[in-house]
């Protein structure tokens, strides 16, 4: 269960403590990866059984991994202000979250985020254009958070945008 490669190739730009939150963190890849690097981290989904699995797996490691179920798209995400020092949202697309994942960084740190584009749906799941960013939407979700990378593009046989944003 590897982490997304998106995580991996800029950990750089990633603080190595803290606290962290993998929203809509399905399986808890990245949840896993954020923890084994010493960050606090909860896991939110509404998978009250990959959550369980998660949690399992974070206690046979020894992780500081918590989880939380939540449907992150019925109202309020429980995503304190200025909370995390790294907000992690990959595959996962929920529009009307972004405000309240922006808010969730604390000064100093990122929002890593990566998802499918609207060009995916030619190639396959996803196809509903609620899932699929337009082109260059990404950028201007996470504003006001300062873009530190992003891309936009075919990579690893997907249609994706992704960015490492930070706040000031």
Known sequence: ??????????????????????????????????????????????????????????????????????????????LPPAAFDVVVVVRYLHRPLFPDLTAAVRPGGVLVCETFTQAQAARGKPTNRAFLLEPGELRTLVAPLEVLVEREGDFEGKMLASVVARRP
Do not use: F
């Open 1 to 78: 269960m590897e982490p997304t490669r998106w995580l991996v190739d800029h950990q750089r730009l990633i603080p190595r403590a803290g606290t962290a939150v993998d929203v809509g963190c399905g399986r808890g890849r990245n949840a896993i990866w954020l923890a084994q690097r010493g960050l606090q981290t909860l896991a939110l989904d509404r998978d009250i059984a990959a959550l369980e699995d998660l949690r399992s797996e974070a206690e046979r490691l020894g992780l500081p991994l918590k989880t939380a179920a939540i449907d992150l798209e019925r109202g309020d995400a429980g």
